[in-house]
């Protein structure tokens, strides 16, 4: 699964990762969770205050909850996803009572650029 | 906050963790995460079908889609957790249409016993 997630403090990137799941054999290792802890090390912080997420496909559940833990400031992500996503479908994560920190949440930013990556990765699949 | 989590494979341990947020600050360091990367690693598959996970607390929204996106067989759980729990409180991940693998679903297993735990960590940090 192509997705790519770049986290941004005071306009320069500190982590930037590509979902790894099956190259390391690691279910967890979605592109937002690698950028999160690269940039916590990075930073030498569990807390990612003032910085921002880039991502190319709305977060599951894993990520979205990641995200809070984290303490992003802002959320944009370009595809929707229907099937796993977890802020406009599903769960809606940070619409739970159980969501303490909810950042600033930007949808749809290049989702049509994005949504035709996914589509010619899956098509050469076929 | 004191959680432990425990993955078993025909009757025996494959893996084992404790939170470690705080310690290696890394916000994604909870025990069940932590668990689940080193089963994969132990066994060397991104898939633990056939493998169960007990863990002292409900889990949260992101380790619910992380043991659901590693295949566990059965969540064994001890105290429920309102606050920030994502299987029978908030998002209630496993329920939603958007979870594509349920394990089966074993909480209040020893609870009184967990949240004793809890509260006398918590006691002694207030």
């Not at 799941?21 to 999160?36: K, N, S, W």
């Not at 802890?37 to 979205?64: I, N």
């Not at 370009?78 to 920190?101: I, Y």
Request: with cysteine; proline share 6%; aromatic share 8%.
């Amino acid at each position: 699964m192509p997705v790519g997630a770049v986290i941004v403090r005071e306009g320069a990137i500190v982590a930037s990762a590509g979902n790894r799941t099956l190259r390391d054999r690691d279910p967890t290792a979605h592109a937002e969770l690698l950028a999160i802890r690269a940039a916590c090390r990075t930073l030498d912080t569990e807390r990612l205050t003032g910085c921002d997420l880039y991502v190319t496909l709305e977060p599951c559940a894993m990520c979205a909850a990641a995200i809070s833990f984290a303490r992003l400031r802002r959320l944009y992500w370009a595809a929707g996803d229907p099937k796993g996503g977890a802020v406009e479908h599903g769960p809606r994560f940070f619409a739970q009572p159980t969501c303490h920190h909810r950042p600033e949440l930007y949808g749809g930013i290049r989702e049509s650029e994005a949504a035709e990556m996914l589509r010619a990765f899956f098509a050469t699949r076929r």
